[in-house]
């Protein structure tokens, strides 16, 4: 029921485009899958196994031991400052060690995840949203899925000197259901719920969207989000296990780690997270530029969002809450980006937009 996008792409890999590669640094040993999937969980299980363990053997201890063992720490505290200190050698050793440079962005990124791995966990969930949503799924012959097909082949047709484009099999999947939402795999395997043509005026505006979400692809923001979660989890283990063996009641113990895993959030997860989507919405008008997209579109799709919607968290004061930027921040930087847009377009032969563009309707399918 999942048809292959385009029929060429099935063999794209194979000719000869000039691809700039990721400069990257020295290779090392790729990292198991299960560290990156589950380091999160994993990893905070251990910090109160560890800490309540380390801090209900040292209440059962005497008195006189207690303080026997606080003497051999103060004797022996050189060593423990060195432990630490070879210990953030190595941390650093880690991070250096995976550095990789994007050449669409020049940015800098720790990436430990190899595209392989990327691929394999791309796979196991492609298969199980398959699962997931059987029996909804739009057929192929579909008017509305020939359409969002065409709309998919065009941009990856246009972009397919980037390797991120060309070494993949893509495929679509349209799903009928009212859900507001896209995504694409790392796998390549892209999804499109109906719900969300009812919210595009026209096809530009859905091809801005797959656009969107193919660059977050193409900047392997999958494989950077769970380096990063892996890393941020093993620098944070010592402190949370150390939370664990100074407050003397698990009440308080787990108000205090929620409250540190929260703060740990606002302050490091959700600011990169915000980051990568504006990321990816700059390189995704790159990405509709090529393919002669409207891309004056995108600002306006924003703009419609901002007003169609109740969350509090689209508010602009409250998006250091949320994961994605509100809709006015991303229409104010869409439309900064508009005029190297449309000279990108002038670059690669589009046709010339008229100043009321006649684009095809997602209502007339």
């Known amino acids: 029921m999942i048809r292959k996008i385009a029929g060429s792409f099935m063999t794209i890999s194979k000719l000869p485009y000039i691809v700039r590669t990721l400069k990257t640094s020295q290779k090392r040993e790729k990292l198991p899958i299960i560290l990156f999937t589950l380091i999160k969980p994993i990893a905070r299980i251990t910090s109160y196994v560890l800490g ?17 063992y606080i003497e051999i720490m103060k004797a022996n505290r050189g060593k423990f400052l060195l432990s630490g200190f070879f210990s ?6 880690l991070y250096e060690s995976h550095i990789q440079y994007c050449p669409m962005t020049g940015r800098r990124k720790f990436v430990a995840l190899t595209p392989d791995q990327a691929r394999k966990i791309g796979e196991a969930n492609f298969t199980q949203i398959l699962e997931e949503v059987e029996g909804i799924i739009v057929p192929e012959t579909d008017p ?25 099999t893509w495929t679509l999947t349209v799903i009928d259901a009212p859900v507001v939402n896209a995504f694409v795999l790392p796998s390549g395997n892209i999804f499109v719920y109906t719900g ?30 769970l380096t990063r979660t892996s890393f941020l989890q093993m620098v944070l283990l010592v402190p949370m296990s150390l939370l664990w063996v100074l407050i003397p009641h698990d009440g308080i113990g787990f ?36 393919a002669c997209l409207d ?26 809450f949320s994961t994605h930027p509100a809709d006015k921040t991303r229409q104010e ?8 847009a449309l000279k990108i377009r002038t670059v690669c032969g589009c046709e010339e937009l008229s100043r009321k563009s006649k684009t095809k309707s997602t209502r007339s399918s």
């Not at 990816?280 to 790159?286: E, F, N, R």
Request: with cysteine; hydrophobic share 45%; proline share 2%.
């Open 52 to 68: 309540r363990n380390v801090r209900g053997a040292w209440i059962k201890l005497p008195q006189k031991q207690q303080r026997t």
């Open 88 to 93: 953030g050698v190595g941390l650093y050793y």
């Open 144 to 168: 509305v899925y020939l359409q969002i097909s065409k709309v998919a082949n065009a941009i990856l047709h246009a972009n397919r000197d980037l390797r991120q484009i060309y070494d993949k």
């Open 196 to 225: 969300l043509l009812k919210t595009c005026d026209n096809y530009d505006e859905v091809g801005i969207v797959l656009s969107h979400e193919i660059a977050h692809v193409v900047l392997g923001h999958v494989e950077e989000k």
């Open 255 to 290: 108000l205090t780690t929620w409250f540190f895993n929260s703060v740990a959030d606002i302050m490091l997860e959700l600011p990169f997270s915000r980051f990568m989507e504006i990321e990816a919405d700059d390189v995704g008008l790159v990405l509709a530029a090529k």
């Open 295 to 320: 891309v004056r579109k995108a600002p306006e799709f924003w703009s419609k969002m901002s007003l169609n919607r109740d969350d509090a968290l689209q508010n602009e004061d409250l998006e250091f």
């Open 333 to 340: 930087n869409l439309e900064n980006k508009i005029e190297n």
